[in-house]
């Protein structure tokens, strides 16, 4: 059997990362040690010239903390940035392009919503990880697809790539998921919508 890795933390940024959030990005990192290994840029309608501006002192940040740096959607972006890697939605553009674009190091992760047919595509296409949910309604994204923890269970069980779970999950729902064998819990709202330091911890607790 492969050694369990046990579950991390893959902190999915705000849409606003003006102002402190830089400050709130270091915070989260420091407590979050061993715990939080990725941070995806997800920004909204600005141009690439304005995301670069503000995605450089956050990719400083994570790679101080050897945290990797995902940009969300553009390819072309994470090429500019030499950004450790891209997650890609289902109309972003496919993995064999990024991997052309990015190169062999590159992380690609590709949004599956509640599909296992799109994440076997993924994964044969050459995906480092998929994404699936939401699990739970989420605050900071229009729920469409539902998953269930049967479909992580199914994952883990039979296929090596990395499994992200995303959508509302906080500290008090994440259980289920982690024992259903998620790699990896994405969290936005609950990290960023209060104070991220105790958030971190608290997610920490519910993991160990």
């Known amino acids: 059997m492969a050694e369990e890795i046990p579950t991390q933390l893959y902190l999915i940024s705000p849409l606003d990362v003006s102002g402190d959030f830089p400050e709130r990005l270091e915070r989260a990192l420091e407590a979050g040690k061993g715990v939080v290994t990725a941070f995806q840029f997800r920004v909204k309608g ?3 010239h304005d995301a670069a501006a503000l995605a450089e002192p956050l990719q400083e940040i994570c790679a101080r903390h050897e945290v990797a740096f995902i940009v969300n959607d553009s390819i072309a972006l994470a090429k500019r940035l030499g950004a450790d890697g891209v997650h890609l939605g289902q109309g972003d553009g496919d993995v064999r392009e990024a991997r052309e674009e990015l190169g062999r ?3 690609i992760g590709v949004t599956c919503h509640a599909s296992r047919h799109l994440a076997l595509e993924a994964g044969e296409a050459g995906a480092d990880y998929v994404a ?3 699990f739970f309604p989420s605050s900071t994204k229009e729920t469409e697809h539902q998953a269930e923890t049967d479909l992580l ?7 090596e ?3 992200v779970a995303i959508g509302g999950i906080t500290p008090q729902n994440c259980r289920p998921l982690i024992d259903a064998g998620a790699d990896f819990l994405a969290v936005s709202g609950a990290v960023w919508g209060g104070d991220e330091v105790a958030a971190v ?4 607790d519910a993991m160990a």
């Open 153 to 159: 269970e199914w994952w883990h069980e039979m296929v």
């Open 161 to 163: 790539i990395p499994s």
């Open 201 to 204: 911890k608290a997610f920490t």
């Open 105 to 107: 190091e590159a992380q």
């Open 132 to 134: 699936f949910g939401a």
């Open 46 to 48: 600005l141009d690439q």
